[in-house]
């Protein structure tokens, strides 16, 4: 059984960081790209970053010299370190196990297994 649990999410002023948590259970984790996906209020879940199983990290150009992605495999955890945050971060961040030999990294219909969400609220 594979189970996803992010935690790390707060309510922050902009220009803080933050750091997120995604604890994995399950076999072969170290086999597993992870990836970051956030929903904001009315709008689609969208990509944030990825990191493959060998540390090769994908990120979207909205968070690109912001966010960092890591893993430990040791711990069956990936973080994700958001620096200088700005409103328009504030969503409910979820992280995936992607699907082996899936398309790609930046797609939702790559990942199989999600976790429960953490929100992020970034005041102004």
């Known amino acids: 059984q594979v189970q996803l649990v992010e935690s790390g999410g707060g309510l922050v002023q902009a220009g803080v960081s933050l750091r997120l948590s995604c604890a994995a259970s399950?076999?072969?984790?170290?086999?597993?790209?992870i990836g970051w996906f956030r929903q904001a209020p009315g709008n689609e879940r969208e990509f944030v970053a990825a990191?493959?199983?060998?540390?090769?990290?994908y990120y979207a150009d909205s968070v690109k010299e912001r966010f960092t992605i890591s893993r430990d495999n040791a711990k069956n955890t990936v973080y994700l370190q958001m620096n200088s945050l700005k409103p328009e971060d504030t969503a409910v961040y979820y992280c995936?196990?992607?699907?082996?030999?899936?398309?790609?990294?930046?797609?939702?219909?790559?990942?199989?297994?999600w976790g429960q969400g953490t929100q992020v609220t970034v005041s102004s």
């Open positions: 990191i493959t199983g060998g540390g090769t990290t």
């Open positions: 995936a196990r992607r699907t082996l030999y899936a398309s790609d990294y930046f797609n939702l219909r790559s990942y199989g297994y």
């Open positions: 399950g076999r072969a984790f170290s086999t597993y790209a």
